[in-house]
């Protein structure tokens, strides 16, 4: 059949039942995205004759004979659409994976002027999960956020990320947006029992079956045990993981692997494998799971696998007590006590994980993988298949997205099995309802506080009980739980301090890393719990929180007070932050306009994070300058969306005197780059920003060295002397391309090991409106003060912000990944599973404390994950100043806030 694609004429044919988006990539339309190909999200969004259409609900022959335009075709990069300059100005995305649908959609509909709740409601089929869509409605409105790359050179300016051009038509490669070669597709038969052994696998049928190469199982899998999640030390995860197990621990779970020459061939072979399952106790409930006589999780595991007791299904614990707890409770002249729990959450990245790989020219393996650390899955791919390093290269392209959840070596091994096993390139692209049932999630947390203070309100005893619900794998367990319990407590004064801390193993879908590590869930708990201190004193919570906060000069103690860490506080706003918090919640004048009939309430939060993640984060950089008088940067980190490819490409233009656009910045390719641990715990900036940072001024005392020996040169013509250091194509009065000439490939070497580390600060404010009579909430006004050190690109850290708070919104309000009481997620869809659409998040105001960091590059400390911390607790507390009562549950849902306000 024919259809217009951008108009072209192109001649497909469809397989039947295919659909228009899956045809389009087939073709090479790799603008058109996949996001969920149930039509919630509208990353594959075309115009079908003018009208935006999701691709992935479009029989493909229904589009026979009519015209489609993607965003590659309402513009090129050269040449962009009105819409697509719109989103280049305002900085309208971050991982950028929506965009090309959303400026599809903007322009279809003609989209343009105030975002108005109707224009929200026209943009309801298009999802953002990074931005907070702040920046998305700036670009419908025509607001300009950044400035050309050309317009200067310092480091705190908003210049346009370098990749805006390509992301807003469709044309920037993420993981599988490459042209495949010959390439074979993975389908995953799971579990589908919560705790099974498999008694037998009978594959015959399946690998008769047409287009199959292979059925792996068990049998097939690598005798080495391993931890989905990444870390610098692979010993700081348990070792309680096989690529394909016998025994299945969690709906979903990998029971069989077909790989075939399709994935429809793959997926219909997967029907045909007979497995005979001995079905074993489960158990979901975390604090069940501790109980004596509990079915064991990983009671088969010895010493080596490193968890701490498997016969209680505790993978992590910690019980600490500094000065006396009891004594400060009863000195106490206010105590506090309360249990709050936290619930499951989908990191809901718009691109799902997915990984292509090959054996190269020379027989290595090749893995394109939507990775936030490929050195460390290298690590860990060549520890699994018994490898060297070196016979295995890990590259990404932009990835759509991570939030910590791709931290984690969820496709990478089985490709890397499929690939060894077959020889074919093997690419496994995870769906919409894995990412919902078998990726991590946030961690469930239940948290019990117990507080006591003076007449004053000065913390006299703090003690905290925390259980967590790692699932069925300890990936991450063990340090989620030590995170979540350390800056929490630590931010605070306090002689007397408790912690008891479990992280257990349960017949449920594995936790994992998120944004804020823990922190988010403890945070809950003890930010409600000073928020009722507060009203037993009698002062407001601001006056509280500078009463009892950490002040320079404190170490941060969380239970061990000969504690020597390497954590302090190298730069402090906390102060500021609180202050403009304050002051700006006192500003009604932006107030949202408050629904009849509910009732209004303030609250706040603070929170403190570290700016890098203990023990060892580490990055190699290197600087050099190219022939045509621009300099590449070479950098191990990741991009997918916290932009650090403009930070960096800011802080090289910063030591070199240059402007961004003359920085060609090569990021994460195992065989390229110089090693980095990773793009997590918002290490881009601090980590591999310094390390680039100082391997550019290196390269420019190379370059002054070298132009000073041009200049000497005794047969160098007279040069004129322009009186700078350093200028865009002229060093010292040497043009930048002679000196390229003479000393070709010079090279400025940078490196930063992470340590020691310094500590960022959020304070979160919100004024709200319940209605008692049906539970639901508005936020009339929300507002963020941070404190990052020096702001390096004022635009991409509002964003982050935004970003940051918008999904905290979602935690706190409506996001729950449900499961019923046999472990099976009944939410596995963005349908089932309320991820905030435009319509949902407020305005929130961002401020920014004035600090400069002695630690991290040009004084910047990170703040991506940080924004998140505090957003659930100030709402919390905002609902229980508005109803009187308080909650103790999320998501904080109108059923349950409605429930709270009846009598019981
Ligand atoms: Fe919208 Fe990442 S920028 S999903």
Redesign the pocket.
Same mark, same amino acid.
């Given at each position: 059949m024919k259809l217009e694609v951008n108009g072209a004429q192109l001649d497909v044919d469809p397989a039947p039942g295919q659909v228009l988006r899956t045809v389009l990539r087939d073709h090479g339309h790799t603008e058109v995205k996949k996001g969920c190909d149930a039509g919630d999200c509208g990353a594959c969004t075309v115009l079908l004759d003018g009208r935006p259409t999701h691709s992935c609900l479009v029989p493909a022959f229904r589009a026979e004979g009519r015209s489609v335009t993607t965003a590659s075709g309402l513009g090129t990069v050269e040449s962009l659409h009105p819409v697509q300059e719109a989103f280049v100005d305002a900085a309208a $995305?971050? +991982? !950028? $994976? +929506?965009?090309a649908g959303?400026v599809t959609t903007v322009a279809g509909l003609g989209l343009s002027g105030e975002v108005t709740q109707d224009v929200a409601r026209a943009l309801k089929g298009n999802? +953002?999960? +990074?931005?907070g869509y702040r920046s998305i409605c700036d670009a419908v409105r025509g607001t300009s956020n950044t400035v050309d790359a050309l317009a200067g050179q310092d480091a705190g300016r908003s210049v346009r990320a370098p990749a805006a051009r390509r992301i807003v038509t469709g044309t920037e490669p993420y993981t599988l947006d490459v042209p495949d070669v010959d390439l074979a597709h993975l389908a995953v038969l799971g579990s589908p029992h919560a705790h099974a052994r498999i008694v037998s696998i009978d594959a015959r049928k399946a690998s008769q079956a047409p287009g199959v190469l292979a059925v792996l199982t068990y049998e097939d899998s690598p005798a080495h045990h391993f931890s989905t999640a990444r870390h610098e030390s692979r010993l700081d995860d348990p070792d309680d993981t096989l690529v394909l197990d016998r025994v299945l621990r969690f709906r979903g779970q990998r029971v069989a692997v077909v790989v075939a020459d399709s994935l429809r061939e793959a997926e219909r072979a997967r029907a045909l494998i007979e497995v005979e399952y001995e079905v074993l106790p489960a158990v979901v409930d975390p604090d069940a799971a501790r109980r004596p006589g509990a079915p064991l999780v990983h009671g088969d595991k010895g010493p080596e696998a490193r968890i701490s007791e498997p016969g209680r299904n505790v993978v992590a614990q910690l019980h600490a007590e500094m000065g006396s707890v009891a004594a400060g409770l009863d000195a106490a002249a206010h105590r506090v006590h309360g249990t709050w729990s936290t619930s499951r959450v989908a990191h809901a990245?718009?691109e799902t994980h997915a990984t292509r790989g090959w054996l190269d020219e020379d027989g290595r393996l090749v893995l394109r993988t939507s990775t936030q650390v490929p050195y460390l899955t290298r690590k860990e791919i060549a520890h699994l298949f018994d490898l060297d390093h070196s016979q295995v290269r890990v590259l990404t392209g932009r990835v759509? !997205?991570g939030f910590g959840g791709k931290q984690e070596l969820l496709t990478e091994d089985l490709v890397a099995l499929a690939v060894l096993r077959t020889g074919r390139p093997v690419q496994y692209e995870m769906t919409r309802a894995d990412e919902f049932t078998v990726v991590p999630s946030r961690h469930p947390f239940r948290v019990t506080v117990d507080l006591g203070s003076d007449a004053d309100g000065v913390l006299t005893a703090l003690k905290i009980d925390v259980l967590a619900n790692t699932g069925a794998y300890g990936n991450h367990g063990p340090g989620v739980m030590f995170h979540g319990v350390n800056e929490s407590v630590s931010v605070y004064r306090c002689a007397n301090k408790r912690v008891d801390a479990e992280s257990v193993y349960t017949h449920t879908m594995p936790s994992g890393a998120f944004r804020g590590y823990g922190l988010g869930q403890v945070q809950l708990a003890i930010e409600s719990a000073m928020d009722e201190l507060a009203r037993l004193v009698g002062i407001d919570a601001f006056e509280l929180r500078r009463r009892n906060v950490v002040v320079p000069g404190d170490r941060l103690l969380v239970t061990d007070p000969d504690e020597v860490g390497d954590l302090d506080m190298h730069s402090y706003g906390l102060d500021q932050c609180v202050d403009l918090a304050q002051a700006a919640l006192a500003d009604r004048s932006l107030d949202a306009p408050t629904p009849a009939g509910a009732l209004v309430g303030e609250g706040m939060a603070i929170a403190m994070i570290a700016t890098i993640a203990p023990r060892g984060h580490y990055a190699e950089a290197s600087v050099r300058l190219l022939d045509d008088g621009r300099y590449e940067a070479r950098v191990g980190t990741t991009e997918f969306?916290n932009g650090t490819t403009t930070v960096h490409a800011q802080l090289v233009a910063q030591a070199l005197g240059t402007t961004v656009d003359r920085v060609v910045v090569r990021q994460s390719d195992t065989d390229v780059t110089g090693y980095d641990t990773g793009a997590f715990a918002s290490a881009g900036t601090v980590v591999a920003g310094l390390a680039l940072h100082r391997a550019a001024l290196q390269l420019r005392g190379k370059i002054l060295a070298a132009a000073a020996a041009l200049r000497d040169h005794p047969s160098d013509e007279p040069r004129t002397w322009d009186g700078s250091v350093l200028g865009v194509d002229v060093a010292d009065g040497v043009r930048l391309v002679d000196i390229a000439a003479a000393a070709p490939g010079l090279t400025g070497q940078g490196t930063h090991d992470g340590s020691p580390r310094s500590v960022a600060f959020n304070v979160h404010a919100f004024r709200v409106a319940v209605r008692p009579d049906t539970g639901e909430v508005t936020i009339l006004r929300s507002v963020q003060a941070v404190d990052a050190g020096t702001v390096l690109h004022p635009e991409q850290l509002r964003g982050q912000v935004e970003g940051g708070v918008g999904q905290a919104i979602g935690t706190a309000l409506f996001e729950e990944l449900r499961l019923d009481d046999e472990g099976r997620v009944t939410t596995a869809s963005f349908r089932a599973y309320h991820v905030p659409q435009m319509i949902d998040l407020p305005h929130t105001e961002v401020l920014f404390a004035q600090t400069t960091d002695s630690l991290g590059p040009l004084g910047a400390k990170s703040m991506s994950e940080a924004p998140y911390n505090p957003v659930a607790p100030a709402l919390a507390n905002a609902i229980r100043d508005a109803l009187g009562v308080r909650p103790y549950e999320l998501p904080m849902t109108p059923d349950r806030l409605w429930r709270l306000t009846q009598p019981s």
């Open positions: $995305f971050q +991982c !950028g $994976f +929506c965009t959303y999802l +953002c999960r +990074c931005t990245s718009l759509g !997205g969306g």
